[in-house]
């Protein structure tokens, strides 16, 4: 059956850095879309950002746009989140999420857009 494992999350002071990775088994990970989401306690699941099945095309939330990296290693079934210049309110669990189509044309942002989940990293930055 479809996986997806995250790992790379801990703890880190406001400022500081983090990779995240996911890596897929069981899924044609190379043919989908694939994303991150997180979700704060007490938060609905907020989008963080898509990236195309070749990498070529990749979509950012807001609140993340120009500090995180979304990107792709499908020689390797892995996904990355590049976490630079991290703040407080990036504290939550971050899961990655594998598409059904090749690019989430509309409604990227949205979570039933997305077929499989990971268990999620907890990410923790303190101020």
């Known amino acids: 059956q479809a996986q997806l494992v995250e790992s790379g999350g801990g703890l880190v002071q406001a400022g500081g850095s983090l990779r995240l990775s996911c890596v897929g088994s069981?899924?044609?990970?190379?043919?989908?879309?694939m994303a991150w989401f997180r979700q704060a306690p007490g938060e609905e699941r907020d989008f963080v950002a898509v990236?195309?099945?070749?990498?070529?095309?990749?979509f950012y939330a807001d609140s993340v746009k120009g500090r995180f990296t979304i990107s792709r290693e499908n020689a390797k079934n892995t996904l990355h989140l590049q976490m630079n210049s991290l703040k407080a309110d990036d504290t939550a669990v971050y899961y990655c999420?594998?598409?059904?189509?090749?690019?989430?044309?509309?409604?990227?942002?949205?979570?039933?857009?997305?077929?499989?989940w990971g268990q999620g990293t907890q990410v923790t930055v303190s101020s």
């Open positions: 990236i195309s099945w070749s990498g070529g095309s990749t």
């Open positions: 069981g899924l044609a990970f190379n043919s989908n879309a």
């Open positions: 999420a594998a598409g059904r189509h090749r690019w989430v044309a509309v409604a990227k942002e949205q979570v039933s857009e997305y077929e499989y």
